[in-house]
């Protein structure tokens, strides 16, 4: 299973099969990567309604993204629709329909990558595996952590406001001070953990030792081997048909 995969493989699967799919505008690689990798949604470890929660709103960026190409997208060939600056040809549709499968192609395999991963594994992983200075692994995830508790603090907010009568109208005006109040809240937050931090000794310049080890071992490389792989199929049926459309030649 690919939850159990340490999350360093996860990351670089998800760059390889992202600078493959960037490298050509057209549906045919795209369509190919996004095939293979729906192949591979068994294996990701994940159930089906939480997996379709979590593939929702890249679907719909994806199809808002084809939909806005299709309409102002560059005109060439025939002209379908032609209202104001609203202008549907071939050009713009072929243009939508890669755009739409690659934006699926490139965050599929990011989103189910990266849904079971630990922030804390994925810390050491950067840490032990890449080398990354420690100073700014740690302070990335202190940070990471104290995010989930924006939502709560947001919620807080709202119920003190609504106690002390001042966030009955005026939404706009609502939402600008209640967010001024979070801005707020965060700093002064955030201030705190990096003052705690740097009194337990994890801004020092020595070399740390870390809790959990982090092993990268085969399974690891037999992911990003199939990242690579699924990439290389993508480029390569797209070159056979004539559709690899490298973007640095245009």
């Known amino acids: 299973m690919i939850v159990t995969i340490n999350p360093v493989s996860k990351l670089a699967a ?28 068994p294996f990701a470890g994940l159930g089906f309604r939480r997996l379709v929660r979590r593939l929702l709103p890249v679907l719909s960026a994806a199809v808002l993204t084809g939909l ?12 379908y629709l032609q209202v104001l600056f609203i202008d549907v040809t071939d050009g713009s ?9 690659r934006v699926l192609a490139v965050a599929v395999p990011a989103v189910v990558l990266f849904a079971t991963v630990d922030p804390t594994d ?17 302070g990335a995830l202190g940070a990471l952590r104290l995010s989930g508790l924006f939502l709560e603090d947001w919620r807080s907010l709202e119920l003190a406001r609504r106690a002390r009568g001042i966030a009955d109208r005026g939404r706009l005006r609502r939402f600008a001070g209640q967010a001024f109040a979070l ?9 705190k953990l990096a003052t705690a931090m740097e009194a337990r000794g994890f801004g020092s310049a020595a070399t740390r030792t870390w809790a959990r080890p982090s092993r990268f071992g085969a ?4 992911l990003i081997v199939i990242a690579a792989l699924i990439a290389g199929a993508a480029a390569a ?4 048909t004539g559709q690899w459309n490298f973007l640095a030649s245009r």
């Open 93 to 101: 549709l072929s243009l939508a329909i890669a755009t739409t499968v």
């Open 183 to 191: 801005l707020v809240l965060s700093i002064r937050r955030g201030s």
């Open 237 to 240: 049926v797209a070159m056979a």
């Open 122 to 138: 994925l810390a050491d992983g950067l840490g032990q595996v890449l080398h990354l200075p420690s100073r700014f692994v740690l």
């Open 68 to 79: 806005l190409i299709a309409l102002y997208g560059k005109a060439s060939g025939h002209s």
């Open 219 to 222: 399974r690891e490389w037999v």
């Open 14 to 41: 998800s760059v390889v099969i992202a600078i493959a799919l960037l490298l050509s505008l057209d549906w045919v690689s795209a369509t190919v990567a996004l095939a293979l990798e729906v192949l591979l949604l």
